[in-house]
């Protein structure tokens, strides 16, 4: 059994109410559940309604959810199929599968490099005083864990208990393999940008999995938080991802990517299935989405590492083999213990990497995100075909 197919198996036996879809390049989606935006939930709901339950507000500004009837023998797949038009038509109706996402440090492994291993103390990034901005990263991932290097930050003095990790207290077992992934973004970023102000918001679960509606209700959320704090939410990092029944974008995440891409940069992982298949939200036009590059040896060309995913869509690729980061100070995984460091792999450490470096540009010289965007991302800086701009220790 492959990665894939085995990372799919496990999701499938520890989560009922996910099915997957479309044969071995298809999709994981919830089970009898359709996401329709609101301006077309009246009529959806009409043709679909002797296969509907009943129909529910999702909770999210603008998005209803109508639950099948079990017993009704139909795939939401192919019900959305023909909600749309069927094969070739324009899409009529902006109505979704609820598709199921997962972090992006592996398949399953996690790269080349497996599982996070323990590494060495790393002393605290340092920031320079007297930079021209501060600048609010928001993270959507699963939560944050305490650190040494995030103590005494206000930022990390303003999470709550929504937003630390749900870490599994089992100190006998295995960690779920995702524990540990947010608390790992946020010192890539940190390394990078030593004074950001991160906002978080919890929405993978500790095995990495998560779906559409709960990434709504993240994006949601943060946007509430930072308004309430009456602040910027300059640059979102999306470490997570999935690929579609069609590998057509979801019409219901395109839509409120779109909205938070007013005001924000959205970065978001490219995946890890070394696939051109379109990875999402990644790729879509209002996210840049960032490949992983290998480990590089002196003198050597930058290069795809093997897992990342790849394709027209990629914006950036950036380090993502072999990363050294902020992790658990407790925990257990195949008899290693973790004291508060890791190394890992996967395009999830290349994302934060790139918004990173925007934080930075920002920071230092008073930019706004998409002018940042811009500088890091010129025409003029190094590119690798179907990777796009290469972002590195010196760019």
């Known amino acids: 059994m492959t990665d894939h197919a ?9 989560h009922q109410d996910v099915v997957h879809v479309g044969g071995s390049t298809g999709a994981l989606i919830k089970k009898d559940q359709l996401l329709v935006l609101d301006a077309h939930a009246d009529a959806v709901h009409d043709d679909a309604q002797r296969w509907v339950d009943h129909r ?9 959810v109508l639950r099948l009837r079990a017993d009704a023998g139909v795939d939401a797949a192919e019900l959305t199929h023909q909600l749309r038009g069927g094969a070739g038509a324009h899409r009529r ?31 605290a990034p340092v920031g320079t005083a007297g930079e021209a901005r501060q600048v609010t990263v928001g993270v959507l991932d699963t939560g944050i864990d305490e650190h040494p290097w995030f103590d005494k930050h206000p930022w990390y003095q303003d999470c709550t208990a929504d937003q630390h990790e749900a870490l599994n207290p089992a100190k006998e077992s295995d960690m779920e393999p995702e524990s540990g992934h947010g608390t790992f973004i946020a010192g890539v970023l940190m390394q990078h940008a030593p004074n950001v102000y991160l906002r978080f918001e919890r929405v993978l679960e500790p095995d990495g999995v998560a779906d559409e ?16 704090k009456g602040s910027n939410l300059d640059v ?16 219901v995440l395109a839509d409120a990517v779109a909205r938070l891409a007013r005001q924000s940069v959205i970065v978001a992982a490219a995946g890890n ?3 051109d298949r379109p990875f999402w939200p990644a790729a879509l036009k209002d996210v840049i989405a960032v490949a992983a590059l290998a480990e590089q040896s002196a003198g050597t060309e930058p290069e ?6 790849y394709g027209w869509w990629v914006d950036a690729a950036a380090p993502g083999e072999k990363i050294i980061s902020s992790f658990l100070t407790h925990g257990e995984e195949s008899n290693h213990q973790f004291h508060g460091f890791a190394k890992w792999s996967g395009t999830s450490f290349a994302a934060p990497y790139v918004a990173g470096k925007i934080a930075a540009l920002m920071a230092a010289k008073g930019m706004t995100a998409r002018d940042a965007v811009s500088e890091l991302l010129s025409a003029a800086g190094p590119r690798i075909p179907d990777l796009g701009v290469v972002v590195s220790a010196d760019r």
């Open 6 to 14: 085995a990372r799919i198996a496990r999701i499938l036996e520890t």
């Open 56 to 64: 529910e507000d999702s909770g999210v500004p603008g998005v209803t």
């Open 93 to 123: 109706t902006s109505v979704t599968p609820n598709h199921v996402l997962q972090g992006a440090p592996g398949e399953i492994t996690g790269g080349p490099e497996g599982k996070p291993t323990p590494a060495p103390d790393m002393a």
């Open 213 to 228: 509606l709960a990434l709504l209700h993240g994006i949601a959320k943060l946007q509430a938080q930072a308004a309430a």
């Open 236 to 251: 979102v990092n999306l470490s997570l991802g999935c690929f579609t029944f069609d590998d057509r974008p979801s019409p």
């Open 273 to 275: 299935a070394a696939s």
């Open 304 to 309: 795809r590492a093997s897992f990342s995913n």
